[in-house]
């Protein structure tokens, strides 16, 4: 049916043009990507020709625009004057009109990656070279992925000019397809896009049946589609033409479960998803280098004072400017807005730009060109009257109402859905007459906006910049720093408040842009504080508060020990949030997301806690080692293989069995007489068979926990089993010891008889994996030599084998469809293999040690993989590349596998523990925390202000001491900085140039020095053996004293560069030197004990008689205080009473012997350790292997007792819930409550009656 307001036949096929319709007249039109910046007709007929404008005006606009046209959403071919019969001649017509169309001024091919969490800096492939691939293959389904601003439509423009380009009759027909313009994309997507561009109803079933398609989805996001449009529209069913889906959507758009929205059904039934038609890529930040070719791409689009080298310069001086202006739209703003930024700044290193400032000054530029063109422009006499009134009350701040108000308006009556059709007649008496009727100050401010036309459709010109005007809703650039000037939050207002009206949670990009504001706004940060504390006493500031606390949480903003007794936040999103030491009692927390969060000894005494989310399900405790792990085929059980060597406990030998729904132990299978090897389910999941040391296999019934049969054939030990896909076959591997080279037999059972049908015999290896293949007609296993056997069990003859390196593989697993095999090996080493030519198809390395164990996900998309480095990796298999890495267990992974629907992640390990991972939790919209670098060193500059750390890859991080801000970025200096140290008389040279040296410790074998004023090199101390891996400084900074992996110790005279004394401490090498006793003396662990060493006697004596298996320590500038670390936790200690010190031989030697508190919510091993000077109070920080860097305060409460509290840190890989309180929360779910048990440490547990 056509729409109301067309009501112009069409005209024939020999006189139409494939243009869109413009009106109303006397404006400019956002016309990306597609269309030309045209002026339109003056008002009055449509013959009327176009009103003369200013050329540099009219050119200055035109110019912006084109620079954006690429990154926009906009430009779509309109359905005005346009009726296309479905020939080749009206095709190339099509063709021609949608190619000469396309202008793109700036464009770069995007690079992509496999998934949301994969690394943008490595395993990046070209996006459009993925696409032809997709085009050529099977595949149906294709989604895009990207950021606010990637360029995702750009590059749906530029595929369909390539497509239109090298079309051929009978090629595949491109058809651009923008979502949000249709009414019911979801049922009706091709008619109602051909019925748009007057396709007659004939047209369209000829194009349909006789023609393919590539259906490109722009928009699916802004669409605000939750269907799978290609079950909805019944795609490519028997009889149809092939149609292929290319669709684009923002990556914070989609939940956790987003992959059900578009993996096909298959073909007759649409039950079940074809993952294998289905592919998916994810547009990459830009690079340097892209970001150098689009700057050198822009400069010659129009004279300017500045080269490439100009803007280049700038962009990388600025700090944080180019991890900002990684996507084409924000670096298109930046480089029209970088000439105001930078103006009149003498450093620029000192210079801190955000994106939402980035949008400040291009918003105000904009309205400036406008103004400055209508200024120029012949008017009508009613527009030029309205146009002074505008200038006279201030014309940008006006177009800046105008767009807010609408911005606002298109959330509270469309949920934010961007496009906005009018019409003159229906809609003058609704919400839209304001915006878009005749009134003419409105039509002149309309005309000057953001916003772009097609018939009559508007919409802003990029969904990022309707958020960050409904943003500059509740706070923007003109809003000054007094709280006083937001809107009252008082029990009278508050339902009138902007965060009140809707929940932010779901519109990411808009916290972002808030969370911008409160880092660069303290009024407005504290006026989100204040609803914080309306909510204790006013329920309805609960969806305010809320809102606020989730953009602070964004912001950065630290909660550890806050009172936050009473607040009322329900569905707040406090993702990765520092809580250390808060108080939430009486709170309303429902539905709130703590996953990630730092919510150490927080107390929820009396909190509603229903429906929280912590992101992690609770661990399956065992009494002893756990080999191996599997979910049972119809998800409802998990088995777990123990093993403890303790032949007097009951769990020895016996295999767990644990319901999933409810995480509970139903039986325990005991009857082997030696350690159980391995386990398969039946696929009915009834029953499950087991091999042994003993000798024998035992087939188990789940349901009754009792044996069914037993399969014995010879002397031997049972190394591996496994269960054949129809469930009647069982296979084992045996080995007998007696010879001198284990002679590995194979056999196969009979499950209903209990006879044995087939033996292998003279196969040389130690046999402990062996799979069947999906179709159960093929046995997989490895040996000791490096093969991988297969062998068919119908012919009981055929035998391949092919190899995996020149080492031994540890496991094996067949992909769902039975056409990869993964292996797994004692290097490290990940290789998928065909199946069927048994030829590989990619080795990477994947653990640092051994791969333990290797299992795909059902639909065979992504792969497991655990190691004996104690993590637990996914793995891209359409790219190879990681999508995240697990970590939490403690000892080696002996297994991983995935659940039935691919939800979860159950892994074993020798830690005693089954840790259960949620696979939804890596979902798309957690931002990270700023570094995964192994964290390796640290040093507070002498007036303790800064906090700089160094990297295991090299980097070198500034800190501010008090708030944790990042700061300045250190040059690039040559080695890796995992030691640092600051000379005592100066600051660091990134922190103003005010002098000092910086030591960095150097992977080949020297200590440098460096000026920090020049960055100059000033001395180099040459003569150390082995890599250095602790430096110190002396009180005066006169030495240095370095320790070496070969447990040589030096120290140097600095002026000199000469070695003065030197120590070979052969039992272990010294983590950490510090100097003690005013430089007489130095401090080191030696034997995990540290030591005091007097430089003139070199002679040692242990430091505290309780401290023992230390790797890192620091001792407090009073000496009163000690922090130590034997690996994945932090100690501090205090010395005794001075009244004391008398009785006490050496005076520091064993006075460290008071415990004070334990900090056990570690991710990895410490790294560093080192106290604050010159500080107000008692704080010390400490590195760590996950990346962050945290910085703890020393506390006493009114009682007099002791504890740490974390003032700061750089991000949190896990959740961190140690200490908490919660016995009385109300509505806690029993999982939750078991979860945060399992997070208090043993020595609490009686404490809290746990």
């Keep these: 049916m056509r729409k109301e307001h067309d009501r112009t036949p069409p005209l024939p096929i020999s006189h139409q043009r494939l243009n869109v319709h413009l009106s109303p007249p006397n404006r400019f039109l956002w016309t990306f990507p597609v269309l030309t910046i045209t002026p339109l007709l003056t008002q009055g007929s449509a013959s009327s020709q176009p009103q003369t404008t200013d050329s540099s005006s009219s050119d200055d606009q035109t110019r912006v625009l084109s620079q954006l046209e690429r990154t926009t959403n906009f430009g779509r071919m309109s359905s005005e004057d346009q009726s296309i019969p479905a020939d080749e001649n009206v095709l190339q017509t099509l063709r021609s009109q949608r190619m000469s169309e396309y202008r793109q001024a700036v464009y770069i091919d995007p690079l992509a990656k496999s998934s949301v969490q994969a690394s943008s800096d490595k395993n990046l492939f070209p996006l459009i070279g993925k696409v032809k691939e997709f085009l050529k293959g099977d595949g149906q389904v294709m989604l895009i992925l990207g950021d606010s601003g990637a360029g995702k439509s750009a590059f749906n423009r530029h595929l369909e000019y390539e497509l239109w380009q090298g079309y051929k009759p009978g090629d595949r027909i491109p058809l651009f397809i923008n979502l949000p313009a249709l009414d019911r994309p979801d049922k009706n997507l091709i008619t109602e896009q051909l019925r748009s561009l007057e396709f007659s109803e004939q047209q369209i079933q000829d194009l349909r049946q006789h023609h393919q398609l590539l259906l490109i989805c722009d928009g699916y996001d802004e669409s605000q589609l939750t269907s799978n449009l290609h079950t909805t529209n019944a795609l490519n069913r028997p009889g149809q033409q092939d149609i292929k889906l290319l669709i684009t959507c923002r990556t914070q758009y989609l939940g956790p479960d987003y992959r059900d929205r578009f993996v096909p059904r298959v073909a007759g039934g649409y039950h079940l998803p074809a993952n294998d038609l289905f592919h998916e890529a994810v547009i990459a930040p830009f690079t340097k280098d892209q970001i150098e070719m689009y700057v050198e791409k822009y400069v010659p689009l129009e004279p300017r004072a500045w080269v490439t080298k100009d803007y280049m310069d700038r962009l990388t001086t600025i700090p944080n400017l180019m991890g900002l202006i990684k996507n084409p739209f924000l670096l298109t703003l930046a480089l029209e807005a970088l000439p105001k930024v930078v103006q009149g700044k003498n450093d620029l290193s000192r210079l801190r730009v955000t994106r939402v400032q980035l949008y400040d000054i291009f918003g105000e530029h904009w309205l400036g060109v406008n103004k400055r063109r209508l200024q120029d422009q012949k008017l009508s006499d009613v527009k030029l009257e309205a146009l002074e009134a505008l200038l006279a009350d201030g014309f940008e701040r006006n177009g800046t109402i105008f767009q807010k108000e609408l911005a606002a308006a298109i959330f509270k009556e469309q949920g934010g859905r961007p496009i906005v059709e009018y019409s003159h007649i229906r809609d003058r008496m609704t919400w839209k007459a304001p915006f878009f009727g005749q009134d003419p100050e409105r039509g002149l401010l309309r005309d000057s906006s953001l916003l772009s036309r097609a018939g009559n459709q508007y919409r802003f010109v990029h969904r990022s910049v309707l958020e960050y005007f409904f943003s500059c809703t509740i706070c923007d650039a003109t809003d000054n720093n007094d709280a006083d000037a937001y809107t009252d939050a008082t029990p009278l207002s508050i339902g009138n408040h902007p965060l009140s009206q809707r929940s932010l949670v779901e519109e990411p990009s808009i916290i972002q842009f808030l969370a911008e504001r409160a880092q660069i706004h303290p009024g407005f940060k504290e006026h989100l504080h204040t609803l914080l504390d309306l909510s204790k006493s006013d329920p309805r500031a609960s969806q305010a508060a809320a809102n606020a606390i989730s953009i602070l949480v964004r912001a950065g903003v630290h909660f550890n020990g806050a009172d936050l007794r009473g607040i009322r936040i329900p569905g707040a999103d406090l993702t990765g949030g520092q809580f250390d030491s808060a108080q939430f009692l009486d709170a309303d927390l429902t539905g709130v997301n703590l996953t990630k969060a730092w919510i150490r000894q927080v107390d929820f005494s009396g909190a509603l806690m229903e429906r929280v989310r912590f992101g992690e399900l609770p661990y399956l405790q065992e009494q002893c080692q756990v080999d191996s792990c599997g979910f049972s085929p119809d998800g409802r059980l998990l088995a777990t293989c123990l093993n403890n060597n303790k032949p007097s406990l009951l769990s020895h030998n016996s295999i767990d069995i644990y319901d999933t729904r409810t995480w509970t132990k139903t039986h325990t299978l005991r009857g082997h007489d030696s350690k159980v090897t391995g386990f398969a389910f039946s696929p009915c999941s009834r029953y499950l068979v087991s091999g042994s040391w003993d000798g024998t296999v035992r087939l188990w019934n789940c349901e009754t926990g009792m044996v069914d049969r037993i399969l014995e054939g010879r002397s031997g030990e049972v190394t591996a089993v ?529």
Excluded at 998 to 1007: C, E, G, P, Y
């Design 722 to 1250: 496994a269960l054949s896909s129809c469930g009647k076959q069982v296979a084992s591997a045996y080995r007998d010891g007696s010879f001198r080279r284990w002679d590995t037999l194979l056999r196969l059972w009979d499950v209903d008889t209990g006879t044995c049908t087939m033996i292998l015999t003279g196969v040389a290896g130690n046999f402990n994996c062996l799979v069947y293949s999906p179709n159960g007609l093929d046995l997989a296993f490895y040996g000791e030599d490096g093969r991988i056997r297969i062998c068919n069990v119908r012919s009981k003859s055929s035998l391949r084998t092919f190899r995996t390196g020149n080492v031994i593989a540890l496991c094996i697993a067949f992909s769902p469809d039975g056409r990869r095999i993964v292996a797994g090996d004692i290097l490290g080493e990940v290789g998928v293999y065909d199946a069927a030519s048994l030829e590989p198809e990619r080795r990477w390395e994947a653990h640092v040690e051994n791969v333990t164990g290797v299992g795909f996900s059902s639909d065979g998309q992504l792969l497991v993989s655990c190691g004996q480095d104690c993590t637990v990796k996914v793995w891209d298999l359409q790219t190879f590349g990681l999508v995240y890495t697990f970590t939490g267990h403690s000892n080696r992974v002996t297994s991983a596998v995935f659940s039935l629907d691919g939800s979860r992640i159950a892994s074993s390990s020798h830690d005693q523990t089954v840790r259960l991972w949620e696979v939804n939790s890596i979902g798309l919209s957690f931002h990270s925390s700023d570094s995964s670098d192994p964290r390796t060193s640290l040093a507070y500059s002498p007036d303790g202000q800064s906090l700089i750390s160094g990297s295991r890859g090299g980097w070198l991080r500034q800190y501010d001491s008090e708030t944790g801000e990042i700061g300045l970025a250190a040059p690039t200096l040559p080695g890796r900085a995992e030691c640092v140290a600051y000379s005592p008389d100066g600051l660091f040279f990134a922190s103003g140039g005010q002098g000092g040296d910086l030591t960095i410790r150097s992977n080949d074998k020297t200590v440098r020095i460096w000026d920090a004023r020049s960055r100059l090199l000033f001395r180099e101390l040459l003569g150390c053996l082995t890599d250095i891996i602790s430096i110190g400084f002396s009180g005066d900074g006169r030495e240095v004293t370095s320790g070496c992996v070969d447990g040589e110790i030096r120290v140097w005279d600095v002026e000199k560069g000469e070695s003065k004394a030197f120590w070979q401490s052969y039992s272990s090498a010294p983590c950490t030197i510090a100097y003690v006793q005013g430089g007489s003396q130095l401090a080191l662990v030696r034997n995990g004990r540290i030591e005091i060493w007097s430089i003139q006697e070199v002679v040692s004596r242990p430091l505290g008689s309780h401290i023992t298996a230390i790797r890192h320590f620091a001792i407090s500038p009073c000496g009163r205080w000690v922090v130590t670390s034997p690996g994945p936790k932090v100690q501090l200690w205090k010395s005794v009473p001075k009244e004391e010190e008398s009785r006490i031989r050496n005076s520091i030697a064993e006075i460290y012997d008071f415990f004070i508190a334990e900090i056990d919510d570690c991710f990895g091993d410490i790294t560093g350790i080192v106290w604050r000077s010159n500080g107000t109070a008692l704080e010390f920080a400490t590195a760590c292997e996950d990346g962050s860097i945290r910085v703890w305060r020393v506390v006493e409460d009114d009682a007099g007792k002791m504890s740490v509290r974390m003032v700061w840190g750089s991000g949190c890989v896990g959740l961190a819930a140690s200490g908490t309180v919660f016995t009385n929360a109300i509505d806690l779910s029993a999982t939750n409550r078991k979860l945060l048990e399992q997070h208090v440490p043993m020595r609490w547990r009686s404490y809290w009656g746990l």
